[in-house]
């Protein structure tokens, strides 16, 4: 499972327990994000879960035996058109062809198969890592804009845009009201692919 909690930064002093971690929410399942904790770890979060339902040993048990190295960074490519409020969109994938060569894509959609009303608009998740967040950021660009996609409107575009805002680009600038704040100059440098 996955325990999400925010931490406030700008807070002065600590809150009644003495702290500024609040809880956010608990899902017993692996959290879509689970590819960037697999590359910051090494580790394969999925057969540790299959190890676990098969009743075996943790290859790791210690938390500190867990390495931490680098950056990593994912983006979500949806079917949708941000210039329409992300209306999701269906239609016929003529031609798709992530890059594999410089990121990690965990997707189910290849050329020639429909999008269509019955699913999640989802098309693919790219996770990129580097040393460091300044090389994987510039990772998940040159991922994006060499990603293809032919058949139907996505936000790839609009993630590129984000990705490359001046506010995105400064470690620790990017706070959970980016899109409020910046939401009309990404678009207005966005185009739907």
């Not at 189910?108 to 608009?121: E, L």
């Not at 845009?161 to 990404?186: K, R, S």
Request: proline residues 5%; charged residues 20%.
């Amino acid at each position: 499972g996955t325990v999400e909690f925010l931490v406030d930064t700008q807070q002065q002093e600590p809150n009644e327990s003495g702290d500024n971690f609040y809880f956010c929410e608990m899902n017993t399942r692996l959290q879509v994000e689970h590819p960037v904790t697999e590359l910051i770890t090494g580790q394969d979060l999925v057969e540790w879960q299959l190890r676990i339902a098969a009743g075996q040993e943790l290859p790791i048990t210690n938390q500190e035996d867990i390495p931490c190295q680098g950056h990593a960074f994912e983006a979500r490519i949806y079917a949708e058109n941000p210039m329409k409020d992300f209306l999701p969109a269906t239609g016929h994938v003529h031609h798709h062809q992530p890059p594999t060569d410089i990121a990690r894509v965990d997707t189910g959609i290849q050329s020639g198969q429909d999008i269509s009303v019955y699913y999640d608009p989802m098309i693919s998740k790219l996770i990129v890592h580097g040393d460091n967040r300044e090389v994987a950021l510039n990772k998940l660009i040159a991922a994006l804009k060499s990603y293809e996609l032919v058949g139907l409107p996505t936000n790839i575009d609009f993630l590129v845009q984000c990705a490359q805002h001046d506010v995105f680009q400064e470690a620790g600038a990017c706070n959970t009201g980016f899109l409020e704040h910046y939401m009309e100059d990404i678009l207005k440098e966005s185009r739907v692919a």
